[in-house]
Nanobody, 123 residues
């Protein structure tokens, strides 16, 4: 059974850093684009944060996080990461990883989702 499990969230001060992980089981993710989304606790406002192609050769970022966040993957560990630096209060959200059905971020449909991990940026 396909499963995605996020970890690494928590409470951090503005300007701080966190590294999120998304571990996949039940399938090997090395053929698929992977992405991070975020949403508010009330379930509203889902936003695409970043995407990485199956090989890791192509990445894409929302304008709001570009230059601060870095997505990466370790296909040998079946895991995707999101390094978040210079965090701002507006980054507070539940971060969810998703698996696409294609290798390219531009064509993948993200239909497999984790439960998410809470990130709170506050002083």
């Amino acid at each position: 059974q396909l499963q995605l499990v996020e970890s690494g969230g928590g409470l951090v001060h503005p300007g701080g850093s966190l590294r999120l992980s998304c571990a996949a089981s039940g399938f090997t993710l090395d053929h698929y684009a992977m992405a991070w989304f975020r949403r508010q606790a009330d379930g509203q406002g889902r936003e695409a944060v970043s995407c990485i192609s199956s090989s890791g050769g192509m990445t894409d970022y929302a304008h709001s996080v570009k230059g601060r966040f870095t997505i990466s993957r370790d296909n040998a560990k079946n895991t995707v990461y999101l390094q978040m630096n210079s965090l701002k209060p507006e980054d507070t959200a539940i971060y969810v990883c998703a698996a696409g059905d294609a290798s390219d971020c531009r064509t993948a449909d993200f239909g497999s989702w984790g439960q998410g991990t809470q990130v709170t940026v506050s002083s």
